[in-house]
């Protein structure tokens, strides 16, 4: 594993039994190489997660923990060796100015937006209490969807995972 920055046009031409010309013009740049790997880590993370979340229950509480949930299996499938891909970028990419950062940034932004419209929805349902700040609770649930991926690059035990799922449960009020 060796991050975006650590892609090379030259190892990856190594295991496709490629040459560097055929991907340099396929991608042209590292830039485009890391761009188009973005792009494709964003493809499987909504196949895989966001699909399958908004589409396992109804809006509000219960597709908020449905998300999550297709997060924690999408973790346990070890889609990624690092995890979420984009935890990873984000820290990687995050002090480095350009369009890769921007891209793993818009990303990451839209992942916590699609939060609070289901928090949003949730507290309009009245399936949360009405004094819930709904900006407090997102910033929440994506800290403990994070906490429970770091915790689980490092341990690789899917017992932290099972803690995340009662964590959420707990701070969504659903009990059992």
Known sequence: MHGLDGLSIGELAAALDMSKSGLYAHFGSKQDLQLATVEEAGRIFQEEVIEPGLAAAPAGVPQLLALCEAFF????????????????????????????????????????????????????????????????LAFEVNGIILAANTNFVLTQDPAGLEVARRVVRRRLHVSG
């Open 73 to 136: 299996a999408h973790l346990e499938r070890r889609t990624f060796p690092g995890g979420c891909f984009f935890a990873g970028a984000v820290l990687e990419m995050g002090p480095r100015p350009g369009p890769v950062n921007e891209r793993v940034g818009d990303f990451q932004r839209s992942l916590s937006g699609v939060v609070r419209e289901l928090v949003v929805a949730a507290l309009d349902a009245g399936q949360l209490p009405a004094d819930e700040d709904a900006d407090q």
